[in-house]
Nanobody
Framework: QVQLVESGGGLVQAGGSLRLSCAAS????????MGWYRQAPGNQRELVAA???????NYADSVKGRFTISRDNAKNTVYLQMNNLKPEDTAVYYC????????????????????WGQGTQVTVSS
């Protein structure tokens, strides 16, 4: 079983910073892409940032210049540094992984189980 566990959420005032972490546990060969999504009450889940195993990144327009995504491939961990937080950043932040390779007899295969973390709450007060 592969699990994604987020940490680092909390309550912060507008203009403050938080750093989220997400570690993928289990026997994993590699993960193609990891990313962060967020969902506020009544809203759809939206992509915040994503990063490939080679370091290519993608950000939502609303967080460009404020958030930075990074990853440690050896640790199967992705981070989201959030600076200059705004009240509209308030949401549950979810870690996601694409293209998880796990061991199988004679090689590896795609992991077909759940590839979402449980979510971590980020609340930004004004």
């Amino acid at each position: 079983q592969v699990q994604l566990v987020e940490s680092g959420g909390g309550l912060v005032q507008a203009g403050g910073s938080l750093r989220l972490s997400c570690a993928a546990s289990g026997t994993i060969f590699s993960i193609d892409a990891m990313g962060w999504y967020r969902q506020a009450p009544g809203n759809q889940r939206e992509l915040v940032a994503a990063i490939t195993s080679r370091g290519s990144t993608n950000y939502a327009d609303s967080v460009k210049g404020r958030f930075t995504i990074s990853r440690d491939n050896a640790k199967n961990t992705v981070y989201l540094q959030m600076n200059n937080l705004k009240p509209e950043d308030t949401a549950v932040y979810y870690c996601h992984a694409d293209g998880i390779r796990v061991p199988s007899y004679g090689g590896s295969s795609w992991y077909l189980g759940r590839n979402w973390g449980q979510g971590t709450q980020v609340t930004v007060s004004s």
